[in-house]
T-cell receptor
Framework: AQSVTQLDSQVPVFEEAPVELRCNYS??????LFWYVQYPNQGLQLLLK??????LVKGINGFEAEFNKSQTSFHLRKPSVHISDTAEYFC???????????FGQGTRLTINP | EPEVTQTPSHQVTQMGQEVILRCVPI?????FYWYRQILGQKVEFLVS????????KSEIFDDQFSVERPDGSNFTLKIRSTKLEDSAMYFC???????????FGAGSRLTVL
């Protein structure tokens, strides 16, 4: 069965420091992978997606993620974070041919000045 | 930029009451979804809807839940007799045919007392 695991529930970092939010998935078939961001009191906004092609995908707000098939991972990175990046980040996947999107538990990113 | 609109943003109801949550998907999208997020938990798939019928539903989506697209623009989620455990944020999403990318609304927070 398909599942998505985000290994860190909370990640505190200092402003301008790099950050990596980890995501692993399990599936018996090929998957599409996504990162969504949820700012306080707002909905889910798509950060980036991997559908096919280059394993390094770039998204909005300077974020990028790398699809690693052998490690079944899709970690999210940003080289230098800002206070405005404080939010909940969700990794999600859905199997090719399926419609259901499966989410990870979410990682709360807190940026300290 | 086109967006998915949800109303109400917050609804408080008594246990046992019926609730209807409304969504206006992006106009040229063909696939529609409801997800929910209980406080502190992951976002969970409820149901997908295509061509005026349910295409997939989760085990959460029992007989108390129903969806409808009554007029070609709105997409509603009805809970017939609410329970305390139905308290959650409910997200509507829509998808353009074949795009594999969902656009989410800002959510409707349901509080059952």
């Amino acid at each position: 069965a398909q599942s998505v695991t985000q290994l860190d529930s909370q990640v505190p970092v200092f402003e301008e420091a790099p950050v990596e939010l980890r995501c692993n998935y399990s599936s018996s078939v090929s998957v599409y992978l996504f990162w969504y961001v949820q700012y306080p009191n707002q909905g889910l906004q798509l950060l980036l997606k991997y559908l096919s092609g280059s394993t390094l995908v770039k998204g909005i707000n300077g974020f990028e993620a790398e699809f690693n098939k052998s490690q079944t991972s899709f970690h999210l990175r940003k080289p230098s974070v800002h206070i405005s990046d404080t939010a909940e980040y969700f990794c999600a996947a859905h199997e090719r041919g399926a419609q259901k999107l499966v989410f990870g538990q979410g990682t709360r990113l807190t940026i300290n000045p | 930029e086109p967006e998915v609109t949800q109303t109400p943003s917050h609804q408080v109801t008594q246990m046992g009451q019926e609730v209807i949550l409304r969504c206006v998907p992006i106009s040229n999208h063909l696939y529609f979804y409801w997800y929910r997020q209980i406080l502190g938990q992951k976002v969970e798939f409820l149901v997908s809807f295509y061509n005026n019928e349910i295409s997939e539903k989760s085990e959460i989506f029992d007989d108390q839940f129903s969806v409808e697209r009554p007029d070609g623009s709105n997409f509603t989620l009805k809970i017939r007799s609410t329970k305390l455990e139905d308290s959650a944020m409910y997200f509507c999403a829509s998808e353009y045919s074949g795009a594999n990318v969902l656009t989410f609304g800002a959510g409707s927070r349901l509080t059952v007392l």
